[in-house]
Nanobody, 117 residues
């Protein structure tokens, strides 16, 4: 069955960087576009970034544009999110899944990112 395992979160100071990973299994990863989402306390889950199946096309939420970079390694069935110049408002649990409208019903446990001094 589909498994999505996020990792790489942690506590970081404002202005710092983190790299998140998402290990995918149970489906043909290389044939699907993928996305990163996040959910802050008391808020709905929001789309952060999207990448095409080949990695040739990416899109970002305005709030993270020019700070975050989504990438993938189809040989390793792994999705990445490089997060730079982190801000306290980036604090959230981060998840990976297929893009909105075609997301898998099963979500991973997510990885917690806390940006605080």
């Amino acid at each position: 069955q589909v498994q999505l395992v996020e990792s790489g979160g942690g506590l970081v100071q404002p202005g710092g960087s983190l790299r998140l990973s998402c290990a995918a299994s149970g489906f043909t990863f290389s044939t699907y576009a993928m996305s990163w989402y996040r959910q802050a306390p008391g808020k709905e889950r929001e789309l952060v970034a999207r990448i095409s199946s080949t990695g040739g096309s990416t899109n970002y939420a305005d709030s993270v544009k020019d700070r975050f970079t989504i990438s993938r390694d189809n040989a390793k069935n792994t999705l990445y999110l490089q997060m730079n110049r982190l801000k306290p408002q980036d604090t959230a649990v981060y998840y990976c899944n297929r893009p909105p409208g075609v997301s898998f019903a099963s979500w991973g446990q997510g990885t917690q990112v806390i940006v605080s001094s």
